[in-house]
């Protein structure tokens, strides 16, 4: 069953899929956010995530990247010791080094979002084995999900979902190709 079947009406899916999942993302912070949820939700289910969602926005200042690059012992500390997020050392530790390498990205790019454009069209495969290379924690399934989320891959939605047309009129990355 598609998330396209299962999302409308759920009151957390339901939301993410009608106004998020796979729409175009510029923003830096939101992309960031979504790389973070997505290694999050490994070996998870993607509503655990959702639910935690607002503690990791607080948790992780906003995502904002210079912050969380910025982030050492106490404050991994603290998300450890943060219940209403996933208490995972290896997921903390990733996201953090993965706020350096964006900040890296976006100081030599101008921004996350003009680094992904500049990869830009790539086949899943090779996404993958760039981000294996450039972050951590990202496999197959994290780094595709990311993609599909932020509008880098086609698959979010089912072709005759009205989301699809929605996403299809805002020209993602990946129908332009």
Request: a negative charge.
């Amino acid at each position: 069953m598609s998330y396209c079947e299962i999302a409308p009406g759920h009151p957390f899916h339901g939301p993410y899929h009608d106004t998020e999942y796979g729409f175009p993302v510029r923003d830096d912070a939101v992309l960031f956010e979504r790389l973070a949820l997505e290694i999050n939700q490994a070996g998870l289910s993607w509503l655990t995530v959702l639910k935690k969602r607002e503690a990791f926005l607080a948790a992780f200042d906003g995502f904002d990247v210079g912050r969380v690059a910025r982030y050492g012992d106490p404050e991994k500390a603290r998300l450890l010791s943060d219940a209403g997020i996933i208490r995972n050392r290896l997921k903390i530790d990733a996201v953090i080094h993965n706020a350096r390498v964006i900040e890296a990205l976006i100081a030599e790019h101008g921004s996350f979002a003009a680094w992904l454009d500049r990869q830009h069209p790539l086949p899943r495969d090779d996404w993958v084995k760039l981000f294996r290379k450039t972050f951590r924690f990202t496999g197959g399934e994290i780094t595709g999900e990311f993609l599909m989320s932020t509008g880098y891959l086609p698959g979010a939605h089912d072709e005759d979902c009205p989301v699809h047309r929605e996403i299809l009129a805002l020209r993602p990355a990946w129908s332009r190709v």
